[in-house]
């Protein structure tokens, strides 16, 4: 079973930055064969996709309302997954998740092989 790990949120002022990690293990496969993605759930709302990353890096996938900010990368030696979230705003204010599976992540995916726990980020103004 896919193990995912999230880490590095916390408390920022708007315009600052965050970097959040997903580190995977139990993984059936290699992580090199799975495509990943961060979704977030903010306080009374429903959770909506955020990025998504192929499993080469060699594809990328952004929300509307992350493009230009957030960036997804990927380690696949260190079986890791980024966000760097620049220009941080209170309404990215949430539970942000990694998800990781074989199929393609986007905005329409409801199932994946694997989350993490989440990890919660909190924009003030």
């Known amino acids: 079973q896919v193990q995912l790990v999230e880490s590095g949120g916390g408390l920022v002022r708007a315009g600052g930055s965050l970097r959040l990690s997903c580190a995977a293990s139990g993984l059936t496969l290699t992580f090199s064969r799975y495509n990943m993605g961060w979704f977030r759930r903010a306080p009374g709302k429903e959770r909506e996709f955020v990025a998504a990353?192929?499993?080469?890096?060699?594809?990328?996938d952004y929300a509307d309302s992350v493009k230009g900010r957030f960036t997804i990368s990927r380690d696949n030696a260190k079986n890791t997954v980024y966000l760097q979230m620049n220009s941080l705003k209170p309404e990215d204010t949430a539970v942000y998740y990694c998800?990781?599976?074989?199929?393609?992540?986007?905005?329409?995916?409801?199932?994946?092989?694997?989350w993490g726990q989440g990890t919660q980020v909190t924009v003030s103004s």
């Open positions: 998800a990781a599976d074989t199929s393609r992540i986007n905005s329409g995916t409801r199932y994946a092989s694997g």
């Open positions: 990353i192929s499993w080469s890096g060699g594809s990328t």
